[in-house]
DNA sequence: CAGGATGTCTAGCGTTGCTAGGATGTCGTC
DNA sequence: GACGACATCCTAGCAACGCTAGACATCCTG
């Protein structure tokens, strides 16, 4: 339990955290079909079989991008919605601010929402970012009303949908706002 | 100009055909990532390079298969609404339709809506298929709203997030009726 | 200072998509 | 019917992929 054991593991920690961030970095300048092992040994000066001392495998270290694009999320929607709470302007705030992170993170929120994964959604083992996020669409509903989480979950997979159709190039993305103002009209609590 | 060479032409767009199929069977079965360009050659009883006289990569053999599908899927929905439009109870039955067809063939779905493509979506070299199964939806809506394609793009996008996110294990496919009774609730011309 | 644990690298395995070049077979012409 | 031209198809191989075994170096401990 030396000095150089506790500096060691703060080494190992910083690099640990070094390789997520280049494979983010990586992903969202090329695509991840750009992030190879190889090529995210490269980056972070180190043999590829490093990259396995820390994660499992190359699909670890995508769910360890999107862990970090969780909480990065939840804190975006929450910075997002209004101290007032006019429920309309709060759903349309949110929503908004949900757009705007897959359009500018495009990489991330694929590694978070589209990629294979096991990181488990809606369930116990959900990590608490995951859930904070789909709680800022589930607070924007009226607290008595006992269908809020399915409203949100429906509200969710509508932005989802715009999102990864327009950044697929299925629907024309500078038809977003619109889109956005519809979804938001149709599902807010307060109709008009 | 022989005989032979008619022959020769008809079993080769025979064999195009088994290809494409021989793929979609396989994603099917096993997912795209079972689908290797060495497996589905000895699926169709041909060396590797045969693929290659038929089409330019995997990549456009995914497209093929994708293509097929549009053509099924409008088929599909317009087998679905019923002849007398009331409304509400057509998108309701083209929404539910929707759904069936991608929880019903998820790789095909997949190779239409997911993968990566060029195929032209909302363009003047779209497909035909393809167009006619957006305008399905739009055909919900009222024919003298100007926004009824707005408001398809919107209920398709809300339609393929929830297909997407409940393939993907990110909210349980139990619900999914439930959610797609309060879309249709919302998003429906007429509404109560 | 020796010995063992820890950390890192080189080299290589099996698989992927894709292609070059040769063998085989068929066709039209003399 | 024999022959050159052509089309068809396969064997073999390339570079790049994710991943791993085993050798080397380095460091802490006794």
Known sequence: MSVTRERR????????????????????A?????????RLAERVEYSQPVLYSHFSGKDAIVRAVAIDGFGELAAH???????????????????????????????????MF??????????????PPL?????????????????????????????????VLSDSGRIPSDGQEERLDFLVARFSDTPG
């Open 9 to 28: 593991e703060r080494e190992r920690a910083q690099r640990h955290q070094l390789i997520i961030t280049a494979a983010r970095e990586l992903a969202e």
């Open 30 to 38: 090329e695509g991840w079909e750009a992030v190879t092992t190889r």
């Open 77 to 111: 929607l929450h910075r997002a919605r209004p101290a007032d709470p006019e429920p309309r302007q709060a759903l349309h705030a949110v929503c908004r601010a949900y757009l705007e992170f897959a359009t500018e993170r495009p990489a991330l929120y694929q590694a």
């Open 114 to 127: 589209v990629l294979p994964t096991d990181v488990k959604f809606a369930h116990a083992e959900t990590p």
């Open 131 to 163: 859930r904070a996020a789909f709680d800022e669409f589930v607070s924007c509903f009226r607290p008595d009303d006992a269908r809020r989480e399915l409203f949100a979950e429906v509200v969710w997979s509508a932005l989802h949908g715009m999102a």
